[in-house]
């Protein structure tokens, strides 16, 4: 689902730390697109959509586009297996308590996996994708995003 500009809500304030030990906060990355991407290791769907949102990143990343996962089950290793498997190499914030998917104000719905969101360069959501994406989709909604900073 895409958002026009003029309807979209306030900029979501992500936050958290990553499996890594890093922290994350999506206010510190305005200016760019942002890919927030809800998965957990054994979710179907978030296996289908892994290789696209690979492809994605590798596609994306580089010219400017931020990614974050956000992990609604895993504790650290079977985290770290399936971004091994499936070449996920953008950072995941472990969510086992549902404090960063509440963060996000009613975008992502609590037991939602996998949601994709990609938030505009002002933090705000842009568009929602619900269930398994796919690459035509992510690439579309991202090249609206990135033409409207144009």
């Known amino acids: 689902m895409e958002i026009p ?7 979501l304030e992500v936050r958290g730390t990553t ?6 906060d999506s206010a510190a990355l305005c200016g760019a697109p942002l890919v927030i991407n809800v998965w957990y290791a054994s979710c179907p769907p978030c296996r289908v959509e892994a290789p696209a ?5 590798a596609d994306y990343g580089p010219p400017g586009v931020e990614f974050v996962g956000v992990n ?15 070449g996920i190499t953008y950072p ?11 963060s996000m ?23 929602r994708i619900t ?14 995003v990135l033409e ?3």
């Open 72 to 86: 609604t089950r895993d504790k650290a290793g079977p985290a770290a297996a399936f971004e091994e498997t499936f």
């Open 105 to 127: 104000d009613g975008s992502v719905s609590p037991n939602a996996g996998p949601t994709t969101l990609i938030l505009d360069a002002e933090g705000r959501v842009a568009a």
């Open 148 to 150: 409207e900073g144009a």
């Open 19 to 24: 499996y890594s030990g890093d922290d994350f």
């Open 53 to 57: 949102l690979k492809a994605v990143h």
């Open 5 to 11: 500009p003029e309807v979209r809500a306030a900029p």
């Open 131 to 144: 269930g398994a994406a796919d690459q035509s989709t992510l690439d579309s909604l991202l090249d609206a």
């Open 92 to 102: 995941s914030i472990p969510d086992p308590d549902g404090a960063v998917i509440a």
